[in-house]
């Protein structure tokens, strides 16, 4: 099949669940023989040309803003696709999806998928209009396609709560890493003032939404009783159109050099601030499956996230959990966590073993194959599978 990968910025996977998750399946659908074209933001910095085998990128414009980049990429990216003749255009995100209308009028043949990430119309970055479009696309993404993905089961119930459409279900995914500390390992951390197991780690952009303000204020509180017990703070991540939280963030910690904030990193550098954290915190106020920590687990990181349904599908008992929002739950469960190594390290240690087996790429790659060649296989062009009223 010839399929085109609409709604991410590009590739490399620099940063963001859904183009990590873009990637990961895109160089699996590759290696299985399939062309993938994924279109990539201008801005973004991607080479347009072969990424890997199988896997092309395509360079379209965009007016970058905070309300016109994902939208006007989507559009133009549409026509492109349609023009390449690609057999499937996957839609990533319930903000392109708005656009999934378009090949199912214009190109009947064409099988359109959507992805259905995370319910974006929560996140407190967006006013009441944007709020309004994100609610059309959920609606769009679950209607037009021929077939729609949910990467959750929480999600899949929720399309078919609101919409009443039956979603097929495929995961995020992780890999194995298999690494060693390393010389490497210990220069990036000293750039950063830490040491191996020293520090608790959060990774997560930085909107309201993530909640790096309550453990923030968690970590002040337990350095006021004197219970950090030498575990520095680190946040790593950077804006999305948030600079104002961001500002926020650095008053919140300024002056203070047990709490660093590194802006956002990739690669090597985020993979040594993996493999040497004692812990992983994810106080997020909502998600959709959570890649941040499946990564984390994947490393034999023990993880403290917050109560959420999203986070708890994830963690299904191989994580603590705090009350979402509440910082004194938070302080506590993370003070708690603090004061026994070795129960954190018994955690990391089973969450590995947990999510290698249930969250895996190659796995991922499987299922979304299925609902390609399933959507091919439909004889009405114009079907879709919905629930009884």
Same mark, same amino acid.
């Given at each position: 099949?010839? $399929? ?54 395509? $360079? @379209? ?10 939208? @006007? ?114 220069? @990036? ?52 159109? @948030? ?147």
């Amino acid at each position: 099949m010839r $399929i085109a990968m609409i709604g991410q910025k590009g590739l490399p996977a620099r940063y963001g669940g859904i183009e990590r998750h873009v990637e990961q399946l895109s160089l699996r659908l590759g290696q299985a023989g399939h062309e993938v074209l994924v279109y990539s933001r201008a801005w973004f910095g991607s080479a347009a040309g072969e990424y890997a085998p199988g896997v092309r990128t395509v $360079i @379209t414009p965009t007016i970058h803003t905070k309300h016109l980049d994902a939208i @006007t990429h989507t559009f133009v990216s549409t026509f492109y696709a349609l023009r390449s003749g690609v057999d499937v255009i996957h839609y990533h995100g319930v903000g392109p999806s708005l656009l999934a209308w378009i090949p199912r009028l214009l190109a009947p043949r064409v099988r359109v998928i959507s992805t259905f990430h995370c319910i974006d119309a929560r996140q407190r970055k967006w006013g009441r209009l944007a709020k309004l479009a994100l609610r059309m696309g959920e609606r769009c993404a679950c209607w037009f396609p021929h077939r729609t993905v949910t990467v959750a089961r929480w999600l899949q119930e929720y399309c078919r709560d609101s919409y009443q459409r039956a979603c097929d279900y495929v995961p995020n995914g992780v890999e194995s890493v298999e690494r060693s500390n390393s010389d490497n390992d210990t220069k @990036t951390l000293a750039e950063f003032g830490l040491e191996p197991n020293g520090y608790v780690l959060m990774v997560a952009r930085l909107l309201p939404d993530k909640g790096a303000h309550h453990l923030v204020r968690a970590h002040q509180e337990l350095r006021r009783q004197n219970k950090t017990r030498g575990k520095k703070l680190v946040i790593v991540g950077g804006s999305a159109f @948030t600079m104002d939280y961001v500002d926020q963030l650095l008053q919140l910690v300024e002056g203070e050099s047990d709490i660093v904030l590194t802006g956002y990193q990739h690669g090597s550098v985020l993979e040594a601030l993996f493999a040497n954290a004692y812990m992983v915190a994810h106080p997020s106020e909502t998600e959709g499956l959570p890649i941040t920590i499946l990564e984390a687990m994947s490393y034999g990181r023990a993880v403290l996230a917050s109560n959420i349904p999203e986070n708890l599908e994830v963690t299904s008992g191989q994580a603590i959990n705090f009350n979402n929002r509440d910082v004194a739950d938070l302080t506590a469960k993370l003070d708690f966590m603090l004061a026994a190594p070795d129960l954190v390290a018994r955690l990391g240690e089973q969450s590995q073993q947990y999510v290698l087996q249930n969250y895996n790429w190659d796995d991922v790659a499987v299922g979304v194959a299925d609902v390609y060649h399933r959507a091919a296989a439909s004889e009405k062009s114009a079907s879709v599978e919905h629930l009884p009223a």
